[in-house]
């Protein structure tokens, strides 16, 4: 049975004879009973309305209120074994992809398998390709949100987008990403913003209580402090990224040396040994910098040479300080 404010819109779309909102409609209710596995009724709903080709063309809509200009899509490469996780990171998110996959499972037993993720942590440690690593895993699309096409200048339009957005995502299964989450999910007790942050929020999460399980938000932050109490409990996992420790710097340049064939007569600790990094993100930079002048060598130079001067270079690599 489609969930009741999927009912209401398509009544209102019958009404109103809105066929775009009809169409959108239809398409949620159809990835919905696929995601249940309900195949047999998903494709004969999806034939039904085949036949009726007035229905399938939406009413057109202007180019900067297209979904394209809010989201940005991807289809996933990067793999969760592509990437150095701590154990419990790991398992939390083995266990949230086994509860997708067997969702019908969990329905027959009156449970919904669980979808909204909350990434924390400082640039550069793995977020955005987590969300990567979990939309690979469940076989679906990669939907990052576009912040200049979602936030508008004008009182309401940002809530209009993000209604717009959500419209969209719905019609299937799907990782919705959103980076920078404290963009939107700010803190609404904040005493220099105006009333329309308060209202953006209180929009946002109602959207995201509303979503199907069958659509995975994941929200990253450097700020979980900028990020308002009520967006905490919308979400059932609440996963750390801090910086890497040494063995997660080994562990990353072993697997690293695998991907790229990287040939050195340095061991991955004693890399980690003799240069300081601060993030996954400055490993892989680090990495192709010295893939980039292996190629460039052609054979010239050793590839432990090349090494040694990147491991140089990178020892006087000014970092911002922490505090």
Known sequence: MARSDLLLSLVKAGMQGDRSLFNRTVDAIIAEERAKQHHIFAEQLEESVRKNGKLLTPQPVA??????????????????????????????????????????????????????????????NGKTCLAEGLAQALGVILLTVRYEGVVGSFLGETASRLHKLF????????????????????????????????????????????????????????????????????????????RPTPAHIVEWFRLAGERWNL???????????????????????FALDVLRRTVLAQGQKEAASILMEKIEQWKTRAHKKVR
Request: glycine share 4%; with cysteine.
């Open 63 to 124: 180019t900067n209120e297209s979904h394209q200009s809010l989201l940005h899509e991807v289809n996933p490469q990067r793999s969760l074994g592509d990437l150095v996780l701590s154990q419990v990171v790991r398992q939390a998110c083995q266990e949230l992809v086994e509860e997708q996959q067997r969702a019908d499972l969990l329905r027959s037993h009156s449970l919904e398998p669980r979808h909204r993720v909350l990434l924390i942590g400082p640039p550069g």
């Open 167 to 242: 419209e969209h995502v719905v019609t299937r299964p799907c990782v919705l990403f959103f980076d920078e989450f404290d963009t939107l999910g700010k803190e609404r007790g904040d005493v220099h913003d105006t009333g329309e942050i308060k209202r953006v929020v209180s929009s946002l999460l109602l959207q995201i209580d509303r979503l199907p399980s069958y659509v995975v938000v994941v929200a990253a932050t450097n700020h979980q402090e900028l990020l308002d109490r009520a967006v905490w409990r919308r979400f059932q996992l609440r996963l750390a990224l801090p």
């Open 263 to 285: 040939s050195t007569t340095l061991s991955p600790k004693a890399i980690a040994q003799r240069v300081q990094f601060e993030s996954f993100a400055e490993m892989e930079e």
